[in-house]
């Protein structure tokens, strides 16, 4: 993965002139994790915890302080299941985010993977805002072998969900992935439209597995992690989707909005192809950055 091969880069260098955890190591660490995108308070609180661990573990090998660092950072990132909870039937996971993150091509690969794992899987086109969503849903729907349900432009998108839902009962459907608008985080009208087709759930499919996933651009780096924050008190989340890591992102990102969310990463896009939304490791991770 490119991605992972740029952070290594990064870390690597840092290690690569390591002759002792002394101040200046700590320093430049603690810029090195800045400049990846972990935010400050993330970079300075890993550092700290790194320097008392050395200090009681008594580190001094290259490798034992980079052991001591990928054991924090992975700590950080124990906040919930990394995998999606899809065991009734239906079950139904709802895609939220801002316009351009990918949030389409995000459902069409997740619906691929799903339908390899023997499931029957619905798309649901609630975006039905945006000129074409519907259309780029059904190429996608058509070609990872999975239906959809769609209404025309500008249809009120609780009314499709609430067809989705409905048809998935009938056809004996796994699992419904319902694509929504993209929207501002900061638009109050758009953020009741999520409130009102979680409603649509409890009331069609009541007691379902449920997931609400927001898709992040990784390449917006803390911009990210200000409209996640935003997502999740609005809407809940229980998992995010990070699109483009195989671009410019840092990388850092995934740490941060542990953190500080509390919000496991459940997928990364690494790449344009319909294979290139890989489950998030997070122990693979932290590996292969440090």
Same mark, same amino acid.
């Given at each position: 993965?490119?991605?992972?091969?740029?952070?290594?880069?990064?870390?690597?260098?840092?290690?690569?002139?390591?002759?002792?955890?002394?101040?200046?190591?700590?320093?430049?660490?603690?810029?090195? #994790?800045?400049? @990846? $995108?972990?935010?400050?308070? +993330? /970079?300075? %609180?890993?550092? &700290?915890?790194?320097?008392?661990?050395?200090?009681?573990?008594?580190?001094?090998?290259?490798?034992?302080?980079?052991?001591?660092?990928?054991?924090?950072?992975?700590?950080?990132?124990?906040?919930?299941?990394?995998?999606?909870?899809?065991?009734?039937?239906?079950?139904?996971?709802?895609?939220?985010?801002?316009?351009?993150?990918?949030?389409?091509?995000?459902?069409?690969?997740?619906?691929?993977?799903?339908?390899?794992?023997?499931?029957?899987?619905? #798309?649901?086109? @609630? $975006?039905?805002?945006?000129? +074409? /969503?519907? %259309?780029?849903? &059904?190429?996608?729907?058509?070609?990872?072998?999975?239906?959809?349900?769609?209404?025309?432009?500008?249809?009120?998108?609780?009314?499709?969900?609430?067809?989705?839902?409905?048809?998935?009962?009938?056809?004996?459907?796994?699992?419904?992935?319902?694509?929504?608008?993209?929207?501002?985080?900061?638009?109050?009208?758009?953020?009741?439209?999520?409130?009102?087709?979680?409603?649509?759930?409890?009331?069609?499919?009541?007691?379902?597995?449920?997931?609400? #996933?927001?898709?992040? $651009?990784?390449?917006?780096?803390?911009?990210?992690?200000?409209?996640?924050?935003?997502?999740?008190?609005?809407?809940?989340?229980?998992?995010?989707?990070?699109?483009?890591?195989?671009?410019?992102?840092?990388?850092?990102?995934?740490?941060?909005?542990?953190?500080?969310?509390?919000?496991?990463?459940?997928?990364?896009?690494?790449?344009?192809?319909?294979?290139?939304?890989?489950?998030?490791?997070?122990?693979?991770?932290?590996?292969?950055?440090?």
């Amino acid at each position: 993965m490119g991605f992972f091969d740029k952070l290594k880069k990064i870390t690597s260098n840092l290690f690569s002139g390591f002759t002792e955890a002394d101040e200046a190591f700590f320093e430049e660490l603690e810029e090195t #994790l800045i400049m @990846a $995108d972990l935010g400050v308070d +993330a /970079a300075t %609180d890993a550092v &700290e915890k790194l320097r008392t661990k050395v200090r009681k573990e008594h580190l001094q090998s290259q490798e034992a302080v980079r052991e001591g660092l990928r054991e924090i950072l992975m700590a950080e990132m124990e906040v919930g299941d990394t995998a999606m909870k899809l065991d009734t039937k239906p079950s139904v996971c709802i895609f939220i985010g801002v316009n351009g993150v990918g949030k389409t091509t995000s459902i069409g690969k997740i619906a691929a993977s799903l339908k390899k794992q023997g499931k029957r899987v619905m #798309l649901c086109a @609630a $975006d039905t805002f945006r000129a +074409a /969503a519907a %259309d780029q849903l &059904e190429i996608w729907a058509e070609r990872a072998g999975c239906e959809i349900v769609r209404q025309y432009e500008g249809a009120d998108p609780g009314a499709v969900l609430f067809d989705a839902l409905q048809a998935a009962k009938a056809r004996n459907v796994d699992v419904v992935l319902c694509d929504t608008a993209g929207r501002l985080h900061n638009k109050a009208n758009l953020m009741a439209e999520l409130a009102k087709l979680s409603k649509i759930i409890d009331r069609e499919c009541p007691g379902c597995d449920r997931e609400t #996933l927001l898709v992040l $651009d990784a390449t917006t780096g803390q911009n990210g992690l200000i409209q996640a924050r935003t997502f999740k008190e609005t809407a809940g989340l229980t998992g995010i989707v990070l699109t483009k890591l195989d671009g410019t992102a840092k990388g850092g990102i995934v740490i941060a909005i542990a953190r500080e969310l509390g919000v496991p990463v459940k997928f990364a896009g690494v790449g344009e192809g319909i294979d290139d939304l890989k489950p998030f490791d997070a122990e693979d991770y932290v590996k292969a950055i440090i």
